[in-house]
């Protein structure tokens, strides 16, 4: 083989090598949005919630938790709250009643269990078994 058919062979798999790479990179960069993302698809409404009664949420759980067990998506919440999810999505909401309502003990606790309420989505109705 001549080193021109060579170079160009090379060539050939270098450049097939980076549109593999290139395909399976922007793949995991789409998983980890859709996981940093609390699993929920843009314009797909969430999955059913796993748990329905707020007396069961406590202060040592995070929003994104939360949010993935009561099916109500995160950005509402923080939005309700009305502080940034950015930096915040790893504190629980003992950290985030500290940091931003320092004055009101339990006020995050109070308004995530609110807002919970108020956006969780009705449960389906029940098809007939025939």
Known sequence: MSSAKQLLAISV??????LVVGFFGLRAV???????DGGFAPGKPPPQPSETDVKLIRDWMTIPYIARTYGVPDRILFKELKIPNEG????????????YFPDQ??????????????????????????
């Not at 789409?30 to 940093?36: E, L, M, S, T, V």
């Not at 915040?88 to 003992?94: A, G, H, I, V, Y």
């Not at 995050?108 to 025939?130: D, F, M, N």
Request: proline fraction near 10%; charged fraction near 25%; charge should be positive.
């Open 88 to 99: 915040n999505r790893e504190k629980s909401l003992k950290e985030l009643n500290d940091e």
């Open 13 to 18: 798999l270098i450049f097939l090598g980076v």
């Open 105 to 130: 003990a339990g006020f995050v606790l109070k308004e995530v269990k609110r807002a919970i309420t108020t956006h969780r989505p009705s449960s389906p109705p029940i098809a007939p078994v025939p």
């Open 30 to 36: 789409q998983a980890a949005r859709h996981i940093r």
